[in-house]
């Protein structure tokens, strides 16, 4: 069985971008030329390759498959999906990597690395990083449980970023420490017992630091625990507790991603792919860099 990865940073944005997504189904984005079989003879291995990379990371830290699909999304909601958030700051460039959003969760960087290094061996200067993060996205998603889709390939790397200003769901109790001590009127109240058990892991001071996973009954695995929750009343961010605050479209899409597993693997699919779209560079545009972490000379 695949070594299920902890999805404690990523999940809340997973399952929120099906819903955004869902809701947005006509939404920009361009595929531009991107298409699946792209590297099949420049590259022909490097899903092979980018799969068994980001299985030995994962083996290693559960936690770096969550990272993986961060890093992917953050990369695409800020400026498109273009490897901007790989790159290293420089006395002439100033990226997203140590924003403060990023600054303190953003990581996988190092595995990153490792697979671009893995890739060039087979095939120098072919691959993008943009496409290795795309990719190791869906595999760290299929090695927790979750689904599988193709992904469109042709992506170019960018050479230039920008300050990301989206901050990504995270479970540390300072991100919400907040909404579990002062709940704002119009967000779905917490079950009592479950506030109690969260107050115990987050004190109204101290313990920032402190980690409590967003998927409490399944933290491991990809699936629709976290729609259960919501319905529950155990959702963990306010963010969270606002998907099923009104009778809206969103509260019906919670309750039909709760009742069907299946459907929500459906919908997230078709959301990863849609979103991997976002404003790719192809072409002559960008680059294929040498180093993920900085621009070509």
């Given at each position: 069985?695949?070594?299920?990865?902890?999805?404690?940073?990523?999940?809340?944005?997973?399952?929120?971008?099906?819903?955004?997504?869902?809701?947005?189904?006509?939404?920009g984005?361009?595929?531009?030329?991107?298409?699946?079989?792209?590297y099949?003879?420049?590259?022909?291995?490097?899903?092979?390759?980018?799969?068994?990379?980001?299985?030995?990371?994962?083996?290693?830290?559960?936690?770096?498959?969550?990272?993986?699909?961060?890093?992917h999304?953050?990369?695409?909601?800020?400026?498109?999906?273009?490897?901007?958030?790989?790159?290293?700051?420089?006395?002439?460039?100033?990226?997203?990597?140590?924003?403060?959003?990023?600054?303190?969760?953003?990581?996988?960087?190092?595995?990153?690395?490792?697979?671009?290094?893995a890739?060039?061996?087979?095939?120098?200067?072919?691959?993008s990083?943009?496409?290795?993060?795309?990719?190791?996205?869906?595999?760290?998603?299929?090695?927790?449980g979750?689904?599988?889709?193709?992904?469109?390939?042709?992506?170019?790397?960018?050479?230039?970023?920008?300050?990301?200003?989206?901050?990504?769901?995270?479970?540390?109790?300072?991100?919400?420490?907040?909404?579990?001590?002062?709940?704002s009127?119009?967000?779905?109240?917490?079950?009592?017992?479950?506030?109690?058990?969260?107050?115990?892991?987050?004190?109204?001071?101290?313990?920032d630091?402190?980690?409590?996973?967003?998927?409490?009954?399944?933290?491991?695995?990809?699936?629709?625990?976290?729609?259960?929750?919501?319905?529950?009343?155990?959702?963990?961010?306010?963010?969270?507790?606002?998907?099923?605050?009104?009778?809206?479209?969103?509260?019906?899409?919670?309750?039909?991603y709760?009742?069907?597993?299946?459907?929500?693997?459906?919908?997230?699919?078709?959301?990863?792919?849609?979103?991997?779209?976002?404003?790719p560079?192809?072409g002559?545009s960008?680059?294929?860099?040498?180093?993920?972490?900085?621009?070509?000379?």
């Amino acid at each position: 069985m695949a070594k299920k990865m902890t999805l404690f940073s990523a999940f809340t944005l997973i399952a929120c971008a099906a819903i955004c997504f869902y809701l947005n189904s006509n939404a920009g984005s361009d595929a531009g030329h991107l298409d699946p079989q792209f590297y099949s003879r420049s590259c022909p291995r490097v899903q092979q390759i980018v799969r068994s990379n980001v299985a030995k990371a994962i083996a290693k830290e559960a936690r770096m498959g969550a990272s993986l699909v961060r890093l992917h999304f953050h990369d695409c909601f800020v400026k498109g999906c273009d490897a901007s958030i790989l790159l290293d700051d420089t006395n002439s460039l100033i990226g997203e990597k140590r924003s403060r959003p990023n600054r303190d969760s953003a990581r996988g960087f190092e595995v990153v690395d490792d697979i671009k290094s893995a890739v060039d061996k087979e095939c120098n200067q072919t691959v993008s990083c943009a496409d290795i993060l795309a990719l190791a996205a869906r595999d760290s998603v299929v090695l927790a449980g979750g689904p599988s889709w193709e992904v469109p390939l042709g992506r170019r790397d960018s050479r230039s970023a920008s300050l990301g200003s989206h901050t990504i769901g995270s479970a540390r109790c300072v991100s919400f420490r907040q909404s579990l001590y002062n709940q704002s009127a119009g967000i779905s109240k917490l079950d009592k017992s479950h506030a109690a058990l969260l107050r115990a892991h987050c004190p109204k001071s101290g313990g920032d630091e402190n980690l409590y996973p967003l998927d409490f009954v399944t933290p491991r695995t990809f699936d629709n625990s976290y729609f259960k929750n919501l319905l529950s009343s155990k959702g963990l961010l306010s963010s969270d507790r606002a998907l099923v605050s009104k009778n809206g479209v969103s509260m019906e899409l919670v309750k039909i991603y709760a009742e069907s597993n299946e459907l929500f693997f459906q919908q997230f699919a078709k959301s990863m792919v849609k979103m991997g779209n976002i404003s790719p560079l192809t072409g002559l545009s960008g680059e294929i860099r040498k180093n993920c972490r900085e621009r070509n000379a």
